[in-house]
């Protein structure tokens, strides 16, 4: 069974320092990785997803097959970053998502 | 595009009710997925329709079922209410297509069970 874990439910950054949200996740095959943010009185939206190897909002995240990690990073935070963060996981092929329990950013001005 | 929409927003049940959720997908989407989310916890797959029919079920009991109208449109029922059927529930929709897709959430159906 999938599993995704995310070691930290809160984190609190200073404007302009870098920010990284830790993901990990076991499954014996290929994943596919996902980061969905829900900002203030929002929606739960797709921030990124690993096969499209882009930037949204100055985020990035790699993933670590050795590490079996999926790590949401992000150069210099910004007071708009401040939302719940979930990592999620999908076996290709099938929508169903394992979401980790999420990580509260706060960016302090 | 009004994006995934449910109804209602909030709801007060008592304990042995049942309760039915609704949910109309994004425009253009024919695949419809509810999730169960606890406070404190990431979102739980509860079942996924397509085609009027449960493709797949997480690990709910039967007292969770759904249905699926020919407008893609989905409900979720609840028997026999617990207290901890307390949650946000959210409805999710997505395009058939090859490989997963990026879900779209709603705004979520705020149930409580007292």
């Known amino acids: 069974a999938q599993r995704v874990t995310q070691p930290e439910k809160l984190l609190s950054v200073f404007k302009g320092a870098p920010v990284e949200l830790k993901c990990n996740y076991s499954y014996s095959g290929s994943p596919e990785l996902f980061w969905y943010v829900q900002y203030s009185r929002q929606r739960l939206q797709l921030l990124l997803r690993?096969?499209s190897r882009e930037s949204i909002k100055g985020f990035t995240a790699d993933l670590n097959k050795g590490e079996t990690s999926f790590h949401l990073k992000k150069p210099f935070a910004q007071e708009e970053d401040s939302a719940m963060y979930y990592c999620?996981?999908?076996?290709?092929?099938?929508?169903?998502?394992?979401f980790g329990t999420g990580t509260r950013l706060t960016i302090i001005p | 595009d009004a994006g995934v929409t449910q109804s209602p927003t909030h709801l007060i049940k008592t304990r042995g009710q049942q309760v039915t959720l609704r949910c109309s997908p994004k425009?253009?989407?024919?695949?419809v997925s509810w999730y169960q989310q606890a406070l404190g916890q990431g979102p739980q797959f509860i079942f996924q329709?397509?085609?009027?029919?449960?493709?797949q079920r997480g690990n709910f009991p039967d007292r969770f079922s759904g249905h699926q109208f020919p407008n893609y449109s989905s409900e979720l029922n609840v028997n026999a209410l617990l207290l901890g059927d307390s949650a946000l529930y959210l409805c999710a929709s997505s395009p058939i297509m090859e490989g997963s897709s990026p879900l779209h959430f709603g705004n979520g159906t705020r149930l409580t069970v007292t």
């Open positions: 999620a996981l999908s076996v290709f092929g099938n929508e169903k998502l394992t």
């Open positions: 329709y397509y085609e009027e029919e449960e493709r």
């Open positions: 690993h096969i």
């Open positions: 425009s253009g989407h024919d695949t």
